[in-house]
């Protein structure tokens, strides 16, 4: 079993940044990816970002150059650092883990941290 807790979602204006941490509650060495996913009221959740355990990126097209998802294996943490903030960026974001297991990886979700962003 793996937890994830998620911090550093809150209030933004437009065009400001915010940077969220996930922490994962045992070694991230048998977990092969991390990420990133939101959901808006009434909107399925989505990709937002993941990053491999060696360190290979994906974003959502709605995110690209504006958000960095990177990862510290040492602590046991992945960021997303989220930069030109706009209100449809407004959603629950949830941390997401797979762990390596046969025959398909586990998968694991934090409780989710909110963010808004106002015009």
């Known amino acids: 079993q793996v937890q994830l807790v998620e911090s550093g979602g809150g209030s933004v204006q437009a065009g400001g940044s915010l940077r969220l941490s996930c922490v994962a509650s045992?070694?991230?060495?048998?977990?092969?990816?991390m990420g990133w996913y939101r959901q808006a009221p009434g909107k399925q959740r989505e990709l937002v970002a993941t990053?491999?355990?060696?360190?290979?990126?994906n974003y959502g097209d709605s995110v690209k150059g504006r958000f960095t998802i990177s990862r510290d294996n040492a602590e046991k943490t992945v960021y997303l650092q989220m930069n030109s903030l706009k209100p449809e960026d407004t959603a629950v974001y949830y941390c997401?883990?797979?762990?390596?297991?046969?025959?398909?990886?586990?998968?694991?979700w934090g409780q989710g941290t909110q963010v808004t962003v106002s015009s």
């Open positions: 045992r070694s991230t060495f048998s977990i092969i990816e």
């Open positions: 997401n883990a797979q762990q390596w297991s046969y025959p398909t990886p586990d998968t694991y």
């Open positions: 990053i491999t355990s060696d360190k290979r990126t």
